[in-house]
């Protein structure tokens, strides 16, 4: 039998170069390899949108365009929209038990993003337990592999710790997942700052038209100390560079372009205009395939209730084997 992998985006905007090189580049590659799963976390976007769900429903659409614009084929990964699979919900309810508040709050992602988010004190409880729900989206599809971005690393780790409670309490019944990290460690904004992310608006994304593309790269944050072209350029956080590192085929082009930057001997504007032509040519077929079926909601429709019935048949067998594991069998 194939392996399986789990992945999931949370659909409250297009998703970005950050996403493709955190995650999506590996779902594409391993898709023909595994058998693939891949999960609009429409219920885990609403722990900090509940008061506009709009938000999340109307950027699903926009999710699977993405998907069918990088290459995801629908005919072999299955497109799950978490809010229709009742078993997530029931598992996550098991699994509460086996979590301590103290655990929760510890998770260094949910940490910085409650800090990002200013909840301070009134923090949401379905936001401070999305890693619960999280590691039920993983192991109920029984997860060998997860391809995520290193910022989703401790999501991993605490369905890790979950599955192993759950294994030791009531028999081994759930399988434990391995994170697969991304070829290149995080990508960081526009702007310099760690994270790409669209509340920030520091993203370029998928879907970014070539003039947006050119103004955003035109715009991106170089090195600070650096006035006059003649001055020697520093590599490190430099996005500029980061950018490069993750996109250029060209290894010895790029070494070369940093060498002279160091030295004073290239401005930043040509290398800008060398990480524009890069990100086109990334970016072109990925718009044009994304064009395709931007006005097809007939097919998106039939993506979305063909996924959602694929994974019903591997989420009712789990959630049948997690009850009898506990002794839920009355009649
Ligand atoms: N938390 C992930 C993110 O913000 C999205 C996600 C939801 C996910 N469920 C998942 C990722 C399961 C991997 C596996 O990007």
Not at 139 to 150: H, K, M, N, R
Not at 174 to 195: F, I, M, N, Y
Not at 241 to 264: I, M, N, P, Q, W
Not at 301 to 316: H, L, S
């Amino acid at each position: 039998m194939k392996k399986r992998i789990l992945t999931g985006d949370r659909p409250t905007g297009k998703l970005h170069i950050g996403h493709y090189i955190g995650s999506l580049e590996n779902r594409v590659k391993l898709q023909y390899e595994y058998e693939s799963f891949i999960l609009i976390a429409d219920l885990q976007a609403l722990t900090d949108n509940f008061d506009h769900p709009e938000n999340i429903t109307k950027n699903v659409k926009e999710v699977i365009l993405d998907y069918l614009a990088v290459g995801i084929d629908p005919k072999i990964s299955t497109v799950v929209i978490q809010s229709q699979i009742p078993e997530i919900p029931e598992l996550t309810g098991y699994f509460m038990n086996l979590v301590t508040l103290s655990r929760l709050q510890r998770n260094p992602t949910v940490k910085d993003e409650i800090k990002e988010k200013k909840f301070e004190i009134n923090i949401p409880v379905g936001f401070l337990c999305y890693p619960v729900s999280q590691a039920a989206d993983i192991t109920i599809f029984g997860a060998d592999l997860v391809p995520v971005g290193e910022d989703q690393v401790p999501m991993i780790e605490q369905t890790r710790e979950l599955v192993r409670r759950f294994n030791n309490l009531y028999g081994k019944t759930l399988k434990e997942p391995k994170a697969l990290v991304s070829r290149v460690g995080r990508l960081p904004g526009t702007d310099g700052r760690a994270k790409m992310s669209k509340s920030l608006g520091n993203v370029i994304e998928l879907a970014e038209s070539k003039e947006s593309l050119r103004k955003k790269v035109m715009n991106m944050y170089t090195d600070p100390t650096r006035i006059h072209p003649t001055d020697p350029g520093h590599i490190k956080g430099n996005p500029v560079f980061t950018y490069l590192d993750a996109f250029s085929k060209d290894v010895k082009l790029v070494s070369e372009l940093k060498s002279r930057y160091r030295k004073g001997k290239v401005g930043d504007v040509e290398v800008k205009e060398i990480l524009f032509k890069i990100l086109e040519e990334f970016l072109k077929p990925i718009r044009d395939r994304r064009k395709e079926y931007e006005n097809k909601p007939e097919y998106l429709k039939k993506i979305m209730k063909e996924g959602v019935k694929r994974a019903r048949e591997t989420t009712k067998e789990t959630i049948k084997r997690v009850q009898k594991a506990i002794n839920l069998i009355y009649f």
